[in-house]
């Protein structure tokens, strides 16, 4: 039986990222079954090079892609657990996965980095638009299809444009696709990171006048839970130049050559962003009160996985943080709810970031955040300890090393499980392969350390061989433990990509260091031989 999908519910949503490791089919209904207990009632799926696209040969791996009845098993079984599936399709950027193929990158805007559809070619327009038909199409009771939209550039390399001619191009693509996927009877959504780098008021009011056909995700992946913040993306990312004469504050925000400065505002823009303004301080997540106050419905985009994350562990005190700031911001402007990104990739060329099996304490946290009741996702294990272990480990990825004191603790409640061991299993397994990772680091520093010298002596060196020799072991033991463990559930070419990526580099590092090592060995038996 259907749970019944509530119109008017408040959206409590996941990302889907497919352009990472793939989850065996077999795991579908789990997935969808584990959602709908923690009160999620959305997924957000980009399929990218996974969709069964007719006709257009985009696919790096077909052995993981979605048939056109593997897709319509994952549709239903979302379907029988109440969640609403919003299919992603890039239209205007983050489209390498289409134009890294030859036969595909003339339409692409810049060849050199081919990510961004070039607007002023009719026939690469019409692929991508072919893209979006068959995704919509396959999607027949989905309320919501995204345009994505997100981090692109309008203009070729070495050409500039102003703001106010950028936002009218980014309006006018982006009219064209809403009343496109309308004919579908489907409300579009987009992200918004291009109108707010670019704001300027005339522009954005004349699109205000769809703002009761389209829903807004603006996404933030660094704001904290505080009222007011020292930056604000308004413009492009901004702060006060009052900083620069502020450098030993340790409340002052990072800066770089080429930071642009709220006083630099023009005029129009700071009116309107002056009611979220506290001094030199601006309201965390300003973009929410900004389009709201506009009209536009939003639903907010946090993270349980960013773009950047890495292979191993999440930062889970940072993500928290992040889910609890934009639940704030929701909350206080009355909108439609959120969507929490899970970045598989940062990019189709970027590395894999680490299993979506270690997300669930962060999906617990948005649905608390959300009001949601979720059932306890380890039962036998209590919720205050799950968050613990999980800010014990977020530290650990920063600046933390107690990795032996979590390891043994997660090791001793295992008995006690009642449900998910495999996910309790992958986050205990990979604070090991945290802790291997920072000794490997140091064993490969001792060596790094003493590059224009040989001065410690041969027992020293001898000692440092031994190291090298110990930790090539240990790679190889936790390489075929990871590797068993997680095929269970992952299967491809990214996952084998992703196994490659956690261990590959240090081991050669090591054997490189082995080399040195014995070289200096042999320099410094000759240099105190006497």
């Not at 559809?117 to 991508?128: F, V």
């Not at 480990?393 to 600046?399: F, P, Q, S």
């Not at 309790?424 to 990979?430: A, C, R, T, Y």
């Amino acid at each position: 039986m259907s749970r019944r999908i509530e119109e008017a519910a408040q959206i409590i949503g996941i990302h889907l990222d497919f352009k990472g490791v793939m989850f065996k089919p077999r795991y579908v209904p789990q997935l969808f079954a584990d959602l709908a207990d923690q009160g999620v009632n959305t997924v957000l799926v980009e399929y990218e090079d996974l969709f069964p696209f007719e006709g257009i040969d985009v696919a790096a791996d077909p052995s993981v892609c979605f048939t056109r009845a593997s897709l319509k098993r994952f549709l239903t079984a979302a379907r029988r657990n109440g969640i609403d599936v919003i299919p992603l399709q890039q239209c205007l950027g983050h489209l390498e996965y289409v134009y890294r193929w030859k036969r595909y990158d003339r339409g692409a805007l810049d060849v050199k980095y081919p990510s961004t559809l070039d607007l002023s070619k009719p026939k690469a327009r019409g692929q991508i638009r072919e893209m979006l038909r068959q995704v919509v199409e396959a999607h027949p009771d989905s309320r919501y299809v995204h345009l994505g939209l997100d981090e692109a550039r309008l203009t070729p390399p070495g050409h500039d444009a102003s703001d106010a001619d950028v936002i009218r191009t980014f309006v006018d693509y982006a009219t064209e696709l809403i009343e496109f996927v309308e004919q579908y009877d489907k409300t579009p959504m987009l992200w918004t990171d291009m109108l707010q780098d670019h704001f300027r008021p005339g522009p954005i009011k004349a699109f205000a006048a769809l703002k009761d056909r389209v829903v807004f995700m603006p996404w933030d992946y660094q704001a904290r839970e505080r009222d007011y913040t020292p930056v604000g993306r308004v413009c492009g990312f901004r702060t006060s130049r009052t900083w620069l004469d502020e450098a030993e504050d340790p409340h002052a925000p990072a800066l770089a050559d080429g930071a642009r400065f709220l006083e630099d505002l023009p005029a129009d823009v700071k009116r309107l962003i002056k009611p979220f303004s506290k001094g030199r301080l601006v309201r965390t997540l300003p973009e929410v009160d900004l389009f709201s106050r506009m009209g536009f419905r939003i639903v907010g985009a946090t993270t349980v996985r960013f773009s950047s994350e890495g292979p191993i562990l999440p930062n889970y005190n940072h993500l928290h943080g992040n889910i609890r700031a934009w639940s704030s911001a929701i909350r206080r402007n009355r909108q439609m709810g959120l969507i929490a990104t899970s970045w598989a990739r940062g990019t189709t060329f970027c590395p894999p970031n680490f299993r979506i099996d270690l997300t669930w304490p962060s999906i617990a946290v948005l649905a608390a955040v959300s009001g949601k009741k979720a059932k306890p996702f380890w039962p036998g294990v209590p919720t205050r300890t799950v968050r613990r272990l999980a800010a014990q480990i977020g530290r650990c990825k920063v600046d933390w090393s107690i990795e032996r004191q979590i390891i043994d603790e997660m090791t001793a409640l295992r008995p006690r499980l009642k449900a998910h061991r495999h996910e309790w299993d992958s986050i205990l397994l990979m604070v090991r392969v945290l802790q291997l990772r920072k000794w490997l680091d140091a064993v490969i520093d001792e060596v790094d350390y003493f590059h224009a010298n040989h001065r410690p002596n041969p027992h020293e060196w001898q000692r440092r061989l031994n190291d090298q020799a110990d930790a090539l072991q240990q790679i190889a033991a936790m390489r075929h433990e990871v590797q068993t463990h997680f095929a269970r559930r992952y299967h491809g070419q990214a996952f084998d990509e992703w196994v490659t990526d956690l261990f590959d580099h240090q081991e050669t590092r090591i054997k490189e260091a082995r080399i040195v090592s014995r070289r200096k060995k042999q320099l410094a038996a000759r240099a105190y031989r006497a």
